[in-house]
């Protein structure tokens, strides 16, 4: 059974950062290129950041330079350190493998970046 847990999220002020933490379980970790995704209220659910097996990574303009994604091959473990935090970085974070079909969601961690 494919399951990925997130956490890590909460409330922070702009400019503060948050290091979020994904188990995943139930899948080949070490085969897959992981990405995380977010979703803010009202819009689709988007790609931020990914990884490849071998570490090589992609992130999205509004996010270079800001956010790290890094991952465990050992503990199947997938992490986004958020650094620089603004008010747009607010949304629900995912992760999940980096395919247009990617397998089912977890709950999700919450942001909210505000004063």
């Known amino acids: 059974q494919v399951q990925f847990v997130e956490s890590g999220g909460g409330l922070v002020q702009p400019g503060g950062s948050l290091r979020l933490s994904c188990a995943a379980s139930?899948?080949?970790?070490?085969?897959?290129?992981m990405g995380w995704y977010r979703q803010a209220p009202g819009e689709q659910r988007k790609l931020v950041a990914t990884i490849s097996p071998s570490g090589n990574t992609n992130y999205t303009d509004s996010v270079k330079g800001r956010f790290t994604i890094s991952r465990d091959n050992v503990k199947h473990w997938v992490y986004l350190q958020m650094n620089s935090l603004k008010p747009e970085d607010t949304a629900v974070y995912y992760c999940n493998i980096d395919r247009t079909d990617p397998f089912d969601w977890g709950q999700g961690t919450q942001v909210t970046v505000s004063s």
């Open positions: 139930g899948i080949l970790f070490s085969f897959y290129s």
